[in-house]
């Protein structure tokens, strides 16, 4: 490893060099590490090869389901969750014991592991709504009825100081992870609701789907905030205070 031995403290990449401080001073090292080639075709590199085509696999396949939601992600917000879903959905790739490593697929059986994922780490949606929220899933018929009971919003709805309504918002799609597979969402959601009044209604959200598609379906189901302002609604601070979360996945 060379050491800098002059006035010119660099900190950054320069070509194939590295420029660095630490304690004993600055230092330089060039970019090292195994070749692309090596761990592509290198025997000793095996657990690696399929590692990384799990790994892709997982990836894919979170990607898929990202696009085939994205109406519903894009309301709230949370720039670390696609890597927390690549993660979720390796675990889906690892349980699948019918192919060997490096060939596993994301089999139907196995998505309940995205049960409770949450799109939004900081607003959870078991930490906002304090009610329990169904999900009524007829593959066959082509329905999903998500229901919410009647609830109190001053003891049953974790809301940001400044909302002024809320919103039910429920989303249930048919997913296809084959290479050219397409997915179909439906969505619906409630009226939009005072955060003063005493209790709300039961609210029931309808998702009708292609029947009997013999795809697995995910049904997700989040709150949207807003605040009226001269007769509008606006969105609060991009969705950051909105949870979003699966709540049911049928195969």
Known sequence: MA????FLKLKGRI?????Y??????QV??????????????????????????FATASLAAKHLRDAL?????MTYDPRMPNRLGSRMLRVVRADAEHVRGERQVLPQHLAILRRFNFNAAATLSNTLFASVSAVVDAVAGTVQVTVPGIQPATKLAKPLEATHFQFVAGAATLDFSEEGESTLSMA?????????????????????????GLPIVVVFGVTFYIADGGRSYG????????????NITV
């Open 3 to 6: 050491q800098q031995d002059s």
């Open 21 to 26: 401080k630490t304690k004993n001073g600055h």
């Open 189 to 213: 959601q409630s009226a939009e609701l005072d955060v003063k009044q005493l209790t709300t209604e039961e609210s029931t959200l309808a998702l009708p789907l292609p029947a009997d598609a």
């Open 236 to 247: 609060l601070n991009n969705g950051a205070y909105n949870p979003m979360a699966i709540i």
């Open 15 to 19: 070509g194939d060099l590295t420029f």
């Open 29 to 54: 090292r060039e970019k090292g590490g195994v070749s692309a080639q090596r761990i592509a075709t290198d025997p000793k590199y095996q657990r690696t090869r399929e590692n990384n085509a799990d």
């Open 70 to 74: 994205r109406p519903l992600i894009l």
